[in-house]
C-alpha cells in the first residue's frame, strides 16, 4: 500500500523537436497512475528561466511535498541538481536524485565536493543500473538503491523479423556523445556485402550532429532514412520494417530504447561502453562490440543475418531479460523508496 503520496519531480519536461522524452516525462505519469500526487518542474525552454522555475518550485512547495526527485545528468544539468539539492537541505526536503548521466563517475572524480554535498545526503540516489550503482559505490556512497529504468511490456509486440538484407534501427538524439556517425560508416561497410543494406535514424538534432550525419553519407555514398523526433507509438509501428538495432553510444548508462529494441524482438548490437555490459551479456541476449570499430560492428551484423540459431537465441534472451523492466515489477521498487523513512 502506498502511503506517500506527495512528489515534486524536478527535471527537464520539455516538448521540442531538439529532445527526447526524458526520465521526468515517463517515470511521473507512471507514478500519477499508481495514485502519487506529482508535481512538475520544469518545461520552459530557456535554461536560466528553467533553473528558476525549478528553484521557486522548491520554495512554494516545501510545505506540500513529501519528496523531491532529481533528474541528475553529468553535464550542465549536473549545476541543476547541484543547486536544488542544496536548497532542498537549506528547506529540510528530503531528496533523491535519479542518476542518468552514462559520465557521473567522471564527474564524481572532477568535482568531489559537490558530487558528495549531493549525493552523501540524498535520502537516496537511485541508479538505473547496475553499473552507477558500483561505481558510486567504489566512492563510498553507500545510500544507493538499483531501480531500472521501466516500459510498458504490453505496449511492445515481439515479432519475428525477416533477414534478407540488414535493416538498422538506429533511435536516439543526434548528439556527439551517442556518436551517430559511427551507425553511417556501418551501413557503408555493410553495402560492400549487402548492396541493398538499410539504416533509419530516430531522433532530435540534440546539438547540431545531424548534419555532421548527412555530410558523411553523401561522403560515403549512403543513403539515410532521416523521421526525426517520433512519438514512441510512431517508432514502435516504424520498428516493424527493421531486423537490427543499433546502438553506437562512445557513454552510456542504461538506455531505454535499447531494452524496447529487446522487448521488440530486434537483436541489439551496442558499443560496450558505460552501462551496457551491466543491460547486455554478450552472445547471450545482444552484441557488444568496441566503440568506433565500424568493420567489427557489421561483421556482428553479417553474422546475426546469416546464423539463424544465433540470432533465435539472441532475440528470445533479450525478450525475456526486457520483461523484468515492466512496470508491474518495477513500481514495487518505487514504492518501498518513497515509502521508507
Known sequence: MLLMKNVLYIGNKLNNKTSNLSGIQTLGPLLENEGVSVQYSSSKLNKLLRLLDMVWSCFKLSKQVDVVLIDTYSTQNFYFAFLV??????????????????????????????????????????????????????????????????????????????????????????????????????????????????????????????????????????????????????????????????????????????????????????TNVGGMPYLIEHDVDGILVAPNEPQVMSSEIISIINNSERRTVLVENARKKAEKFDWNHIKLLWFKALNSN
Not at 535520502?123 to 510498458?152: C, W
Not at 538499410?198 to 548534419?211: I, N, T, W, Y
Request: proline share 6%.
Open 85 to 270: 539539492s542544496q536548497l532542498c537541505r537549506i528547506l529540510n526536503l528530503d531528496y533523491i536524485p535519479i542518476l542518468h548521466g552514462g559520465n557521473l563517475p567522471m564527474r564524481l572524480k572532477s568535482s568531489p565536493k559537490m558530487s558528495k554535498m549531493i549525493f552523501k545526503n540524498a535520502k537516496y540516489n537511485v541508479s538505473p543500473s547496475g553499473y552507477l550503482k558500483s561505481a558510486f559505490q567504489t566512492y563510498g556512497y553507500t545510500n544507493i538503491l538499483h531501480i531500472p529504468n521501466t516500459l510498458k511490456i504490453k505496449g511492445y509486440p515481439f515479432l519475428l523479423k525477416t533477414y534478407d538484407t540488414p535493416r538498422l534501427l538506429w533511435v536516439r538524439s543526434f548528439s556527439e556523445i551517442y556518436n551517430p556517425q559511427l551507425a553511417v560508416k556501418v551501413l557503408s561497410a555493410l553495402k560492400k556485402v549487402y548492396p541493398n543494406a538499410q539504416l533509419c535514424m530516430v531522433g532530435p538534432d540534440a546539438d547540431g550532429s545531424r548534419k555532421n550525419v548527412e555530410n558523411l553519407a553523401k561522403d560515403l555514398n549512403v543513403t539515410i532514412k532521416f523521421t526525426g523526433k517520433l512519438k514512441k507509438k510512431e517508432w514502435i509501428e516504424l520498428s516493424k520494417d527493421y531486423n537490427v538495432f543499433i546502438n553506437t553510444t562512445n557513454f552510456d548508462n542504461t538506455p531505454v530504447s535499447v531494452i524496447e529494441a529487446m522487448a521488440l524482438g530486434l537483436p541489439v548490437v551496442s
